[in-house]
């Protein structure tokens, strides 16, 4: 456990971030897609269940909250080095509100969970098992946070604020190290994504198959994840540009494997995506999002699916940068 001080001199600021992170949109978008679809991949493998693992990391996330209310800060090892921690009492009614799942459901989802030896119950203690902890042990996920950080410190270094680039495995060192105080971070930022979409899409499934669709095509429109090279891609225009110009879909099964999601569920999640005219299916069974002949601002602004997805885009958008800009603060300007 440490406590470190920071030189706030050193910090860089969330403008700045900012300014980067357009400056090289498409780019970044590619990278901001590679880790949330092997985030959501890891995250269903779980339980198989996204409502229980929501919840879990919930209260992971409580925990994190109140170690750096108390200016505590556990390494990874440290911290799953533990055999069982306390969590702040579990409110049903306010985990119910917060998370979009119904009472009934939020109840019986906790009573699996201690059922499993994932949480358990001690008078008035609330306790997350070792099982618990190896269920949202998040490895792979700080391997994918390293590589985006890492990406994101070239353009840094292209753009005067820094001396070099910082290698994925110094990255994936300083996240470890300051693991709940970083995990605290990428959760606040995390966690009210997933209820945003969740709340559109209607469950969180339907969002990461749908997402799965955005994924390739950004990557069709790029024509490769390596060599991504569309200058004239940015934040306003990216939703048209992936109707418009990522012209090749996938196929359910491919979805479903991509996904994690068994194929039934996914092809009955891709039937409503259909009926809401979020995803199109083609002639050759393939399924593109929209799949308008020719999207513009116009027409975006006259739908409501869209101009949602276009704002929430945006509004995403905004609470990554900070969340870069927080992270970066806190294990490399610093």
């Given amino acids: 456990m440490s406590l470190r001080e920071l030189k706030f001199s050193n910090q860089i600021q969330e403008e700045q971030i900012k300014s980067v992170y357009h400056k090289n949109f498409n780019y970044i978008i590619t990278e901001r897609f590679y880790f949330q679809q092997r985030w959501l991949y890891a995250a269903y493998r779980r339980f198989r269940d996204f409502d229980k693992y929501l919840i879990l990391i919930h209260l992971v996330h409580k925990t994190f909250k109140a170690y750096g209310e108390f200016q505590i800060n556990y390494s990874f090892d440290e911290f799953y080095a533990k055999e ?109 994504t997933i209820i945003g979409w969740k709340k559109f899409f209607g469950d969180i499934e339907t969002w990461s198959i749908w997402a799965q669709c955005a994924y390739n095509q950004n990557l069709v429109m790029n024509k490769g994840f390596k060599d991504s090279v569309a200058p004239e891609l940015t934040s306003d225009n990216f939703v048209e540009k992936l109707n418009n110009e990522g ?66 885009n945006k509004f995403n958008e905004e609470r990554f940068i900070k969340m870069l800009t927080k992270i970066l603060n806190t294990i490399v300007f610093s």
């Fill in 84 to 192: 069982t921690y306390e969590i702040p009492k579990i409110n049903v009614i306010d985990l119910s509100r917060e998370l979009i799942i119904s009472k009934e459901t939020t109840r019986r989802k906790i009573l699996e969970m201690e059922r499993d030896g994932v949480i358990k119950k001690d008078k008035k203690k609330i306790m997350i098992n070792r099982k618990g902890q190896e269920y949202q042990k998040p490895k792979q996920s700080i391997e994918s946070m390293a590589r985006l950080l890492s990406r994101f410190t070239e353009f840094l270094r292209k753009a005067g604020y820094l001396d070099k680039k910082v290698e994925n495995s110094v990255l994936d060192k300083k996240i470890r190290d300051n693991f709940t105080q970083i995990w605290n971070i990428f959760f606040e930022f995390q966690i009210p």
């Fill in 247 to 312: 012209t090749q879909g996938l196929n359910a099964m491919t979805i479903s494997e991509l996904s994690g999601i068994p194929r039934p569920t996914a092809l009955r999640k891709l039937n409503y995506l259909v009926k809401r005219k979020l995803v199109k299916k083609d002639k050759n069974n393939l399924y593109l999002l929209f799949g308008v002949p020719k999207l513009d601002l116009a027409i975006i602004e006259k739908d409501a699916n869209l101009k949602t997805i276009r704002d929430t």
